[in-house]
């Protein structure tokens, strides 16, 4: 990411260290505002034609609704949220963290400014926090419902499965929610998948050619027995046969070097 390497040189300083956390605790605090009737979710929601009659705060409370109806579904939507962060934070850096959020959430704010009958929330923000940490630490093992043991890899896979069936099958708002949050993804993550994947092909191609060497390494006729070069290895050596009574009737093969200094090891002493 050499364009966001640059922007934070920059603006590096702009960077709010543990933001995922505070949003968590905020979030916990709506879901009980709501619940109590004091502060229902519709009036946090992200609604231009509210925006535009003085609710501003709209354009910021929309990221605190959480998508879990239940509190138990919230501790555990929360902890990973914030394992997730912590997790990208400590990888990226504060700053790429605070990038990744913002971009996620101005995009938000942009398309319900510009579809005022779309109401975005904010599940598919913090699902690309999701696919973002598994796509750094893949074998990074969570339980999940705090029983059962699963890899991030898998459960990202899931989640993919997941966002395709909704896109296929969702409303705009959906199919609008789900564009943005890969779209997100892939502006941080596309061009070190691409380097990925070309690393990834110079290694296979290496490995082949390896084998291919293998194979016609393989295929000799003569192998000096001291050093072990062959007739395909090395076409410019001599090969000989000794049938002296150390190496049998048979012959040992050695390469002219090695056939001289086998001879003289072997030449009878007076």
């Not at 959020?101 to 005022?116: D, E, F, Q, T």
């Not at 339980?143 to 459960?155: N, Q, S």
């Not at 190496?247 to 002219?256: D, M, S």
């Amino acid at each position: 990411m050499i364009w966001l390497d640059r922007l934070e040189q920059k603006y590096g300083h702009w960077g709010l260290e543990g933001l995922i956390r505070y949003v968590s605790m905020l979030m916990l605090v709506v879901f009980f505002l709501n619940r109590s009737g004091m502060l229902p979710y519709h009036m946090l929601t992200l609604h231009l034609d509210s925006i535009l009659s003085g609710q501003v705060w709209r354009l910021f409370t929309f990221l605190l609704i959480p998508h879990s109806t239940s509190i138990f579904l919230l501790i555990f939507e929360l902890s990973i949220l914030v394992m997730c962060a912590d997790g990208l934070e400590a990888k990226w850096g504060t700053f790429k963290l605070t990038a990744y959020y913002m971009v996620g959430a101005l995009s938000n704010i942009i398309v319900a400014l510009m579809l005022p009958e779309v109401q975005l929330g904010s599940y598919f923000i913090y699902l690309s926090l999701f696919l973002g940490f598994a796509t750094i630490y893949p074998d990074y093992e969570i339980l999940l419902f705090f029983i059962l043991p699963v890899k991030m890899k898998y459960l990202a896979l899931l989640s993919g499965a997941s966002m395709i069936y909704s896109f296929v099958i969702g409303g705009l708002y959906i199919k609008i929610a789900i564009a943005l949050s890969v779209g997100n993804y892939l502006l941080f993550f596309a061009q070190d998948m691409v380097a990925s994947v070309r690393q990834n092909r110079r290694q296979y191609m290496r490995a082949a050619e390896y084998e291919k060497s293998l194979a016609r390494t393989e295929n000799f006729r003569h192998k000096c027995c001291v050093c072990g070069i062959t007739d395909v290895s090395n076409p410019e050596a001599q090969f000989r046969y000794c049938t002296c009574p150390s190496c049998g009737e048979n012959g040992t093969p050695f390469c002219a070097e090695h056939l001289k200094e086998h001879k003289q090891q072997n030449q009878p002493q007076n």
